[in-house]
């Protein structure tokens, strides 16, 4: 079945430093891949997404891009604020199947 | 800008009590959806609703879970006799069009903890 494996936390980075995380899926079709984050004592968000491969989602200095050879959607950002702090998920969808990675909790410091 | 809200947001119930978890979906939304996160863990999906049925469900959606639209307005999930596994966040999603290609929104989540 349709999965999603993603780095595990929690990762901590300093301002400004350079963001990395992984994220791998398995599908048995053509899904979309999405990246939701969750700040905290609220509900996720829709971060970025990719319909297709090839395809690079972007929002917030954040991005990913559809790699269907190496089954992959790293989420990206060049430069981390403190504001950033929060759980960063990994989600496929194909059809009406949404399954999610296991979460990654990320921590700037000042 | 439009919002998902859940109530309640904290329930504490003991174990064996009903309880109904209730979601006001954005108002030009067709599908919703309940996921639920055990402390620390991923998010599971457990139910997806379209045209006043279930259109799939996981194989954690047993037969102590059930959803409806009662009214049109709210979506709730009614859980009959809770278990101490239960104790989880349980969020409401929904979304204008299937989520292959939309986007979910979520609520902000209900927390259930069953003693």
């Known amino acids: 079945g349709n999965s999603v494996t993603q780095m595990e936390g929690p990762v901590t980075l300093s301002e400004e430093a350079f963001l990395t995380i992984n994220c791998t899926y398995t599908a048995t079709g053509y899904p979309s891949l999405f990246w939701y984050v969750q700040y905290p004592g609220e509900g996720l968000q829709l971060l970025l997404k990719?319909?297709?491969?090839?395809d690079k989602g972007s929002n917030k200095g954040f991005e990913a891009t559809y790699r269907k050879e190496t089954t992959s959607f790293h989420l990206e950002k060049g430069s981390v604020q403190v504001s950033d702090s929060a759980v960063y998920f990994c989600?496929?969808?194909?059809?009406?199947?949404?399954?999610f990675g296991a979460g990654t909790r990320l921590t700037v410091k000042p | 800008e439009p919002e998902v809200t859940q109530t309640p947001s904290h329930q504490v119930t003991q174990m064996g009590q009903e309880v109904i978890l209730r979601c006001v979906p954005i108002s030009n939304h067709l599908y919703f959806y309940w996921y639920r996160q055990i402390l620390g863990q991923k998010v599971e999906f457990l139910v997806s609703?379209?045209?006043?049925?279930?259109?799939?469900k996981s194989e954690i959606f047993d037969d102590q879970f059930s959803v409806e639209r009662p009214d049109g307005s709210n979506f709730t999930l009614k859980i009959r006799s809770t278990k101490l596994e239960d104790s989880a966040m349980y969020f409401c999603a929904t979304s204008q069009v299937t989520h292959g290609t939309g986007e979910l929104f979520f609520g902000e989540g209900s927390r259930l903890t069953v003693l």
């Open positions: 609703f379209y045209n006043n049925e279930i259109s799939e």
């Open positions: 989600a496929l969808s194909e059809g009406n199947d949404m399954r």
């Open positions: 990719a319909t297709k491969a090839d």
